[in-house]
């Protein structure tokens, strides 16, 4: 399985934006790049997705670089709500949707 | 929509017995995932269902724990024997094959305690 590096943790400040970076220099042609976040006590959840172009939804956005080998989280204004671990994962786009989790990065904000 | 639905929330048992673990997805979903969270490990998959049927079960730690999808709408793990080191927050997730993001949806998790 292809392997993320990802900070093992962050601090933002309420209201400012923050960038998660995560590096993939093994990544495949086919491998599908997604971020999941998992708030204290709770399952993960879905963040975004992408393959070669930038995405945006209404939680985050996704920067994929130009050769693939790294991408960036972009939350916009970040709340106290978003504090919580992010996940980079690669998924193969050819094994069913299965996601293999790294250790993620912690962000905490702060007020 | 309910979501993903896990039962028991807690569980704390003796070494030795037999737990079992049990997970609803969501109504429409064809797969079906079972994770484990430690401190020590992170989150690791154990197995994962498609159309009830096991596709990958290389993450489950040895033959001491099994799992079954008799339908669309139901899935256990059990661990026979159970053992201290078996203490861990146990996920179930399900996802849709017909999602172009294949987004997974997680449950709850059941906290079992072993001693």
């Known amino acids: 399985d292809a392997k993320t590096t990802q900070p093992n943790s962050m601090e933002s400040n309420e209201e400012e934006p923050v960038h998660l970076p995560c590096n993939h220099s093994t990544i495949s042609g086919t491998d599908y790049i997604h971020w999941y976040r998992q708030l204290p006590s709770q399952g993960p959840e879905y963040v975004i997705h992408?393959?070669?172009s930038n995405v945006n939804n209404r939680m985050a956005s996704l920067a994929i670089a130009e050769d693939r080998k790294s991408s960036t989280l972009i939350l916009h204004r970040a709340t106290l709500r978003d504090a919580a671990v992010y996940y980079c994962i690669l998924r193969p786009y050819n094994q069913g949707g299965k996601l293999i989790f790294g250790q993620g990065t912690e962000l905490s904000v702060k007020p | 929509d309910a979501g993903v639905i896990q039962s028991p929330r807690h569980e704390v048992t003796e070494m030795g017995q037999e737990v079992t673990l049990r997970c609803k997805p969501i109504s429409g979903h064809n797969s079906l995932f079972w994770y484990r969270q430690t401190m020590m490990r992170g989150l690791e998959l154990l197995i994962y269902f498609n159309n009830n049927v096991p596709i990958d079960d290389s993450g489950m730690p040895e033959d001491r724990f099994s799992a079954k999808m008799p339908n669309a709408s139901f899935s256990t793990l059990k661990i026979q024997p159970s053992e201290p080191r078996d203490s861990a927050v146990y996920f179930c997730?399900?996802?849709?094959?017909?999602?172009?993001?294949?987004?997974?949806?997680f449950g709850p998790g059941t906290r079992l305690t072993v001693t």
């Open positions: 992408g393959l070669t």
């Open positions: 997730a399900s996802s849709s094959r017909r999602s172009a993001s294949y987004e997974q949806y």
